[in-house]
T-cell receptor, first 115, second 111 residues
Framework: DGGITQSPKYLFRKEGQNVTLSCEQNLNHDAMYWYRQDPGQGLRLIYY???????QKGDIAEGYSVSREKKESFPLTVTSAQKNPTAFYLCASSIDGGPGGDTQYFGPGTRLTVL | QQPVQSPQAVILREGEDAVINCSSSKALYSVHWYRQKHGEAPVFLMI?????EQKGHDKISASFNEKKQQSSLYLTASQLSYSGTYFC????????????FGKGTKLSVKP
């Protein structure tokens, strides 16, 4: 079955620690995205990538970093510089990420809690 | 720049109808609708494209008014399974294809 997987589902970390969230897709999609969701809010774009070895900042990239070494993988690192990292993190992918109505499909999400 | 959704929340009885609106201040190329159950991933429902092409779910319909940059999602004869939070994601004309999401409309369907 094709789809997007995220791991882990729940993640706890201490303040001051970096943590990496995994996102893998086997849909053969070129574009991948990371969103952050807070209670009562919509989805806010952190980073996106339309091709391997290239990525762009979204609206709230400060305190986060990404890599795109393989087409199917787009890990997100939440660094200690992120002031309020507790949130629900969603990864998505789409065919090419270009303009014109490219549908994004979401993974199950990772809930990060900073203790 | 975030699209505005209305209403923020709505409670229905099974079988009743609902309309959810999404309004943008920017010219749009497409509007995408998603439904999210608590703690789960958003699920794609519908895409409305500039020029009138419509794709998506056969039990839910939607419209896109290009002049007003507004989209509406129509839920008819609601079922318990329709409960969740509905988000619109807007693609602005001239953008690279990224979506900007509204804050969502929470829909609760009661028996």
């Amino acid at each position: 079955d094709g789809g997007i997987t995220q791991s882990p589902k729940y993640l706890f970390r201490k303040e001051g620690q970096n943590v990496t969230l995994s996102c893998e897709q086997n849909l053969n999609h070129d574009a991948m995205y990371w969103y952050r969701q807070d209670p009562g809010q919509g989805l806010r774009l952190i980073y996106y990538s339309q091709i391997v070895n290239d990525f762009q900042k979204g609206d709230i990239a400060e305190g986060y970093s990404v890599s795109r070494e393989k087409k199917e993988s787009f890990p997100l690192t939440v660094t200690s510089a992120q002031k309020n990292p507790t949130a629900f993190y969603l990864c998505a992918s789409s065919i090419d990420g270009g303009p014109g109505g490219d549908t994004q499909y979401f993974g199950p999400g990772t809930r990060l809690t900073v203790l | 720049q975030q699209p505005v959704q209305s209403p923020q929340a709505v409670i229905l009885r099974e079988g009743e109808d609902a309309v959810i609106n999404c309004s943008s201040s920017k010219a749009l190329y497409s509007v995408h609708w998603y439904r999210q159950k608590h703690g789960e991933a958003p699920v794609f429902l519908m895409i409305l494209l500039k020029g009138g092409e419509q794709k998506g779910h056969d039990k839910i319909s939607a419209s896109f008014n290009e002049k007003k940059q507004q989209s509406s999602l129509y839920l008819t004869a609601s079922q318990l399974s329709y409960s969740g939070t509905y988000f619109c994601g807007t693609e602005r004309v001239g953008s690279q294809g990224n979506l900007i999401f509204g804050k969502g409309t929470k829909l609760s369907v009661k028996p």
